[in-house]
């Protein structure tokens, strides 16, 4: 969203006129984009919008050289919250848990997934997401070429991560995005749509097709698009070609 916002805007506006819309669910790394024009004004013409904040403590370094620092985005959550309503429309997702090596140095966010939990909920945010980074051939290949190895986390490590989060998180729920023995759940979830929904609009429950097996989330209708190459520059996204 932060490269393209003409072209976001376009295409919401003209395929999905807010009249057919029940929420607009935007997952960001640059909060501070929907806070200005275009964003503003269009976004705020629709009846609900659901934020996935993701934050994973590594903007700003090799892993991702054009996203701001964690500290930066956290001290916009106040902002917007005021835009979408309420910290109940906004999930933190510390996202995707990572560590490499490679150059001499060794990269995570594993210790700042947890500080970043615990800033979000003194905001009142109380929901946020995560899982691990896949081991897609191109992202290693990606990763290889800037001199990095992917760190292999097996499955009873992810869990343990996983419920050492959860558990220190509480009150807040931590869900887990698509991690192997962990309780599915949906980052689109239309029960939770419904709840939020300033009118309290009914959203359709139908499970999403084509998705992962562990994926739990409701339909929708994605506008992103793969001709146009984000310009964040993180190594590990699966979404830009090799």
């Not at 991702?64 to 106040?78: A, D, G, Q």
Request: proline share 7%; hydrophobic share 30%.
């Amino acid at each position: 969203m932060a490269w393209f916002p003409e072209r976001f805007c376009r295409v919401l506006s003209e395929n999905h006129p807010p009249e057919a819309v029940h929420t607009v669910v935007v997952w960001t790394k640059f909060p501070g984009t929907l806070l200005k024009s275009p964003y503003r004004e269009v976004l705020s013409r629709y009846g609900q919008l659901y934020v996935h904040l993701t934050i994973t403590g590594l903007g700003g370094t090799e892993l991702e050289p054009k996203v701001p620092h964690y500290k930066e985005t956290l001290s916009m959550i106040p902002d917007l919250i005021n835009f979408v309503g309420s910290p109940e429309r906004i999930r933190v997702r510390p996202d995707p848990l990572i560590k490499v090596t490679g150059n001499g140095i060794s990269l995570t966010n594993l210790d700042k997934a947890l500080e970043i939990i615990k800033a979000s909920m003194e905001y009142g945010i109380n929901t946020f997401s995560t899982s691990f980074c896949t081991h897609y051939s191109k992202v290693i290949k990606r990763l290889a070429r800037h001199g990095f190895e992917l760190h292999h986390y097996p499955v009873t490590d992810q869990i343990r991560i996983y419920n050492k989060l959860k558990e220190n998180a509480k009150p807040g729920i931590v869900y887990a995005c698509c991690i192997p023995g962990a309780p599915t759940s949906r980052c689109i979830d239309a029960e939770l749509l419904t709840k939020l929904h300033p009118k309290k609009e009914k959203c359709s429950p139908v499970r999403a097709k084509n998705q992962r097996e562990l994926c739990g989330c409701t339909n929708s209708t994605d506008i992103g698009w793969y001709d146009m190459r984000c310009r964040s520059g993180c190594l590990y996204c699966y979404a830009n070609p090799t």
